[in-house]
């Protein structure tokens, strides 16, 4: 079965340089989620996006934006990057329609910012 | 702030024990999910508990809701290598579209041969 596919895995940036990171959801799904996830930490949750409209907001920097296109893909866009953001930063797909809401995870990219 | 506190934070046992964890809120949740990750990859679903009360079972894994909707356990009998790896569990709230995850502090968890 088709999963959520992420791009790029890995990312290496420099302080203050900018980083973009790309998401496509499983075919159907038209709700994304962003999550941050911090050596040895949870996930948190950053930003949704439903039927490419912002659904939703945690705790996302105002130095990220992030859209969802018609084709219900997504973009993390990440700019004036700081060493705190080293993080594997994951996407999640759902079809609110379909059951419990249930979300699926991409398998992330990992950020480092030297 | 809705809170998800998972009880053990690090458990090691040795294959064939059995396991209990814990993971409990003062909030109320839509439905709650456990996820299993492994080092560097994506959470994994496991399973979606929705009713309160409720119980569902995956082979080993038997996951259940609390009455109350606030709070979940998480049971694997006779445990392998195999299992090893963080469990999550992850309360949803729904929210204009979707619904919004607050994951739980996390398990580790070790079974050695």
């Known amino acids: 079965a088709a999963g959520v596919i992420q791009s790029p895995r890995h990312l290496i940036k420099e302080k203050r340089e900018t980083a973009t990171l790309k998401c496509y959801p499983i075919?159907?799904?038209?709700?994304v989620y962003w999550y941050q996830q911090g050596p040895g930490q949870d996930p948190q949750f950053l930003i949704s996006?439903?039927?490419?409209?912002?659904?939703d907001k945690g705790s996302i920097p105002d130095r990220f934006s992030a859209q969802q296109f018609s084709d219900y893909h997504s973009e993390l866009n990440m700019s004036s990057l700081e060493l705190g953001d080293s993080a594997l930063y994951f996407c999640?797909?759902?079809?609110?329609?379909?059951?419990?809401?249930?979300?699926?995870f991409g398998p992330g990219t990992r950020l480092t910012v030297l | 702030t809705q809170l998800l506190e998972q009880s053990p934070q690090f458990l090691s046992i040795q294959e064939g024990e059995n396991l209990t964890v814990y993971c409990n809120s003062s909030s109320v949740f839509s439905s709650l999910q456990w996820y299993r990750q492994e080092p560097g990859e994506g959470p994994v679903l496991l399973v979606t508990v929705v009713t309160g009360g409720e119980v569902k079972k995956l082979k080993r894994l038997t996951f259940q809701f609390g009455d109350a909707r606030k709070d979940s356990s998480l049971h694997i009998t006779a445990a392998q290598p195999g299992d090893t790896g963080l469990y999550l569990c992850?309360?949803?709230?729904?929210?204009?579209?979707?619904?919004?995850?607050?994951f739980g502090t996390g398990t580790q968890l070790k079974v050695e041969l």
């Open positions: 996006f439903y039927e490419k409209m912002q659904s």
């Open positions: 992850a309360g949803a709230v729904i929210t204009g579209g979707g619904n919004k995850l607050t």
């Open positions: 075919p159907r799904h038209d709700t």
């Open positions: 999640a797909s759902s079809f609110p329609s379909g059951g419990d809401n249930e979300q699926f």
